[in-house]
């Protein structure tokens, strides 16, 4: 594709529901990267994956949090039993390889928890 | 521990102006430092980027300035215009790591 793609662009849930983002990287990017951007704060890593397997899993939050990556390009990020906190822009960006320096944005999903 | 500090949080500058955001870093291992220019409802997108083995890197009306010794980088905008107007962010990645580490963000906005 043209660029990074990112589904929903706005979600909004109830608190204590789960909650599935979606990320299509560039065609050909192997490394895929979640951000979390929370109002007034700057980008905070969540989580990084090369083809489909996550060697970085540091950032999450909690283990709320988990993501997956199939088939080396689609990756879904799940946040089970959602809280207010969690609220945010989850953004996710690829790399043409790990060490590229160039991480591409994707436009970010809007959540919001009530 | 905020390993990023970004300043300042906005900006105001007058059309034609130059523009300066300022980040500190304390973690010496960080080797890479992209600036990240973000527009309302807009991923992020790299700006320019330095690495610590040179002191300035220009590219059009950009420019990032970097010192080493004092742990802080900066990026000038000069002929500031109405189009700069976003948010900018500055990072730095570890070497070998690959997430980037991010200050909390400038809001700047350019008057006509």
């Known amino acids: 594709g043209a660029g990074v793609s990112q589904s929903p662009s706005n979600k909004v849930t109830e608190k204590g529901k789960d909650v599935e983002l979606r990320c299509d990287p560039i065609?050909?990017?192997?490394?895929l990267y979640w951000y979390r951007q929370s109002l007034g704060q700057g980008l905070e890593f969540l989580i990084y994956f090369q083809g489909n397997s996550a060697p970085d899993k540091s950032g999450l939050p909690s283990d709320r949090f988990s993501a997956e990556r199939t088939g080396g390009s689609v990756s879904t990020l799940t946040i089970q039993r959602t809280q207010q906190e969690d609220s945010a822009v989850y953004l996710c960006a690829s790399t043409l390889a790990r060490g590229t320096d160039t991480q591409y944005f994707g436009p970010g999903t809007r959540l919001t928890v009530l | 521990q905020q390993q990023v500090k970004q300043s300042p949080q906005s900006l105001i500058v007058q059309k034609g102006g130059i523009s300066i955001i300022n980040c500190a870093y304390e973690?010496?291992?960080?080797?890479?430092f992209p600036w990240y220019q973000q527009f309302p409802g807009k991923g992020p997108a790299l700006l320019i980027a330095i690495r610590p083995d040179v002191s300035e890197k220009k590219e059009g009306r950009f420019t990032i300035s970097f010192n080493k010794s004092a742990k802080q980088f900066s990026l000038h905008i000069m002929d500031s215009q109405p189009g700069d107007s976003a948010t900018y962010f500055c990072?730095?990645?570890?070497?070998?790591?690959?997430?980037?580490?991010f200050g909390k963000g400038t809001h700047l906005i350019i008057q006509p």
């Open positions: 990072a730095a990645r570890i070497g070998g790591a690959d997430g980037l580490t």
């Open positions: 973690n010496t291992a960080f080797d890479y």
């Open positions: 065609s050909g990017h192997t490394a």
